[in-house]
């Protein structure tokens, strides 16, 4: 009995894995449509709560929605024209830099070795890191606006072809933003009745959690961001708008996203020091450091469950799991929506469990 219940169970997790390589290679066949509707949930969730600010306003849901985008074109003429060339600008100076500095940091690392490698009996005087420098320049800093362009180009497939995706997507975030309240009831149509009411929770988890999450954490990323941009201007950091804006995409990151998106500030500060501090660079680098964690402490432990409560509710470890396969399937863009699809995943396994369970 004990062996027919294992070779079941056997065949459940093997048809389970075959269903998962399937999806997986039918999203990568569509993947470019995946991400264009994906991208349009995630505006459309990000927008909502101004649609509706804007909507006692003007009592009408169509011009709200008009307005918005109005709003967002605007800004991203004025982002494109003025804040990404020098975004841009300072990403290729900061990579400059540290190429320039990196043998002397090097060279800095190996001389504070050299007396705890004698105590092991390890001659570190003759070690060259001439080809630690040369991996390193090759790989990491040879930024190339040129080339970051066409690659932003390749992603795209053409001109054209990104001004149609970022049309659609509007369109369809048009749509959903002026049907949200209705969604829900489209898509239980399609569900047999007997699931309907288990359905319906389901879907109102995931919508929390997705509301903490857009409403929640990128809100949270973006203010927190803002304030730090303040800091590092006070501070007298150089770089800080590309230093800024690296951060603010990994802040969106729960976990693991704060400390990647600090690195930068760190290899600046360390770089270039501060201009407004008058201590010496160790100094500089150690209090960066120990404002950085302070702030991150208060919004993580302090702000953040005040106002978002628990963010989308997974276990570190499934988070970056997710980042990876995110990274894996679909680049940056797979990054963005790995997460909110997480969560998706997540509540949709626990109402299959549930299901179960009150099956038997």
């Known amino acids: 009995m004990n062996l027919d219940r294992v070779i079941k169970q056997l065949a459940i997790l093997t048809l389970f894995l075959i269903v998962i390589m399937l999806g997986y290679s039918i999203a990568s066949f569509f993947v470019d449509i995946l991400r264009l509707l994906f991208m349009s949930v995630f505006t459309a969730y990000l927008l909502y709560p101004l649609v509706k600010i804007i909507e006692r306003q003007l009592k009408n849901r169509i011009y709200s929605i008009i307005l918005i985008y109005v709003l967002i074109i605007i800004s991203g003429i004025v982002g494109v024209l003025l804040v990404v060339p020098e975004i841009i600008s300072q990403t290729m100076t ?20 050299i007396p705890y490698a004698a105590k092991f009996h390890y001659n570190l005087s003759n070690t060259s890191f001439d080809d630690v420098y040369s991996l390193l320049s090759a790989n990491l800093f040879k930024f190339d606006p040129t080339s970051f362009i066409n690659q ?54 995931i919508n929390h959690s997705l509301n903490n999450f857009f409403q929640g954490q990128i809100v949270l990323a ?48 360390g770089l270039k020091g501060m201009d407004n501090i008058g201590v010496n ?80």
């Open 222 to 269: 973006l203010v927190f961001s803002g304030i730090i941009l303040v800091l590092l201007l006070i501070l007298g950091v150089h770089y800080t708008l590309a230093l800024t804006a690296f951060l603010a995409f990994w802040e969106i990151v729960p976990v693991v996203g704060p400390p990647i998106g600090f690195i930068p500030i760190f290899i600046s500060v």
């Open 94 to 113: 900061l990579s400059d830099n540290l190429q320039n500095h990196l043998p002397v940091m090097l060279n800095s690392l190996r001389n504070m070795a």
């Open 152 to 205: 932003m180009g390749n992603v795209a497939g053409s001109t054209i072809i990104l001004l149609t995706n970022f049309i659609t997507l509007m369109i369809i975030t048009f749509y959903l933003l002026l049907d949200a309240e209705k969604l829900d009831k489209v898509i239980l149509k399609y569900i047999p009745q007997t699931y309907q009411d288990r359905f319906s929770q389901m879907l109102l988890a």
């Open 281 to 360: 660079r160790l100094s500089q680098i150690i209090l960066i450091f120990i404002i950085f964690n302070f702030l991150q402490w208060i919004k993580d432990n302090i702000v953040a469950p005040k106002y978002v409560g628990n963010i989308i509710g997974l276990h570190p470890v499934i988070i970056i799991i997710s980042i990876l396969l995110g990274a894996k399937f679909d680049g940056l863009a797979g990054i963005i929506i790995s997460l909110p699809i997480a969560c998706i995943i997540h509540e949709f396994i626990h109402f299959l469990r549930i299901n179960h369970e009150s099956q038997h």
